[in-house]
């Protein structure tokens, strides 16, 4: 399974930007799939997950402000990021869950006026 991350970029606080990790390969029907991120200097945290029930998990510091979603038929996760604040700076990773975990490459989002 290969994971493609995009979407990342500049924006200001108060903006937003919509991440998308397209899947492709060996892709599970019945899989888990969420959006992790890392800032400098800190540890990778989880930001967001969408489980096979299309059941949703956020990081308090995100939630009412991120959305998680899937297109299933196009193997694609994605992450609407609004009210972004400065503390949201950091490069975002997705996962794939099926038993095997395998990672995307990562974007980079970075909130400053």
């Known amino acids: 399974v290969q994971l493609q991350a995009s979407g990342g970029g500049l924006v200001e606080p108060g903006g937003s930007l919509r991440l998308s990790c397209v899947a492709s390969g060996a892709v599970s029907r019945i899989r888990t799939m969420s959006w992790y991120r890392q800032a400098p200097g800190k540890d990778r945290e989880l930001v967001a997950l969408?489980?096979?029930?299309?059941?949703?998990t956020y990081a308090d510091s995100v939630k009412g402000r991120f959305t998680i979603s899937r297109d299933s038929t196009r193997n694609t996760m994605y992450l609407q990021m609004n009210s972004l604040e400065p503390g949201d700076t950091a490069v975002y990773y997705c996962?794939?869950?099926?038993?095997?975990?395998?990672w995307g490459q990562g974007t980079l989002v970075t909130v400053s006026s």
């Open positions: 996962l794939y869950n099926d038993g095997r975990f395998y």
């Open positions: 969408i489980n096979p029930s299309d059941e949703t």
